[in-house]
């Protein structure tokens, strides 16, 4: 599994770090971060505001000052809607309680402001810390993290798996990679097959242990002859350490993804046993 995120520590009155996680706004309009620090046990979500030189977590129904804290750092995050303590596939682990339940990032509307804080399982909702108190709300969104490859075999799905298309006699297609020869390939995932498969020296290849790709805003761009738009996801690489990305095409029926291979101009697809070469495609992009 991959995670593009770093937690960098700071002080409330340091310059905030490069590439940090907005998460709304204050009621007067002041920009709030992604944030975590320690308080009595607990690792919480927090809410930093640079233009305050503070930040503050929700904790015993107060609104806790913190000087102290991390702030959350990366690239393509998204905020997805949930409600009563639910947290969608994937969403961001921040910390936990002292007893070591999970904590993650949520965030709500409250009195003009879009504030971050904690979704508690267990209590089924998410407090958030404003006015000097605690405040429970029942709906909200939650912080999904980035580009998730997880490990796979056979007919298992994870939530969230993306989905690149169907075969010819209608089976769907997930996005996935393996490796083979001593390249990390993409892969056609085809759960009802319990198999997954790549094309590789002019033959298709069969895989029963991949990964699958999960997560949020990712769509399709079209695009030809090795070329690969801004945003193009890198599945993996070749042996000699040239990136691979993840296309699809159609061919005798079916919608089937393979590997982008800038050197050779064209789109790999494995199909009915043999490596297929297209040179007009689609690219998975992260919106």
């Not at 030189?53 to 015993?60: D, E, I, N, R, S």
């Not at 009563?84 to 070591?100: E, I, M």
Request: charge should be negative; proline fraction near 8%; glycine fraction near 14%.
């Amino acid at each position: 599994m991959t995670l593009d995120h770093t937690w960098v520590s700071c002080n409330v009155y340091d310059s905030l770090p490069a590439f940090a996680i907005a998460a709304g706004h204050d009621s007067d309009n002041d920009p709030i971060y992604v944030g975590r620090a320690f308080h009595n046990g607990d690792m919480l979500p927090a809410k930093v505001i640079p233009n305050k030189h503070q930040a503050y977590v929700a904790w015993g129904g107060e609104e806790i000052n913190k000087h102290d804290v991390e702030i959350l750092t990366g690239h393509h995050y998204c905020w997805i809607p949930a409600s009563g303590g639910d947290v969608p596939p994937h969403a961001l682990r921040v910390g936990q309680t002292s007893d070591g339940e999970p904590l993650y990032v949520g965030r709500g509307y409250y009195q003009g402001s879009l504030t971050p804080g904690k979704v508690h399982p267990s209590h089924g909702c998410l407090y958030i810390p404003y006015g000097g108190a605690e405040h429970r709300l029942d709906s909200y969104e939650v912080l999904v993290q980035p580009e998730t490859w997880v490990s796979s075999s056979g007919s298992n799905i994870v939530p969230g798996t993306i989905m690149a298309g169907n075969d010819a006699d209608g089976d769907p297609i997930y996005v996935g990679r393996a490796y083979h020869e001593g390249d990390l390939l993409p892969a056609k995932v085809i759960p009802n097959k319990g198999c997954a498969y790549v094309a590789y020296g002019g033959l298709e290849h069969v895989k029963y242990d991949f990964e699958l790709l999960a997560g949020y805003g990712y769509g399709w761009v079209p695009d030809s002859y090795g070329n690969v738009p801004p945003g193009a996801v890198i599945c993996g690489r070749t042996s000699d350490g040239e990136p691979l990305y993840i296309g699809r095409g159609h061919h005798h029926g079916s919608f089937t993804p393979g590997k982008i291979h800038q050197s050779h101009r064209c789109l790999y697809i494995p199909f009915g046993g043999q490596e297929v070469r297209l040179d007009c495609y689609e690219v998975l992009v992260r919106a």
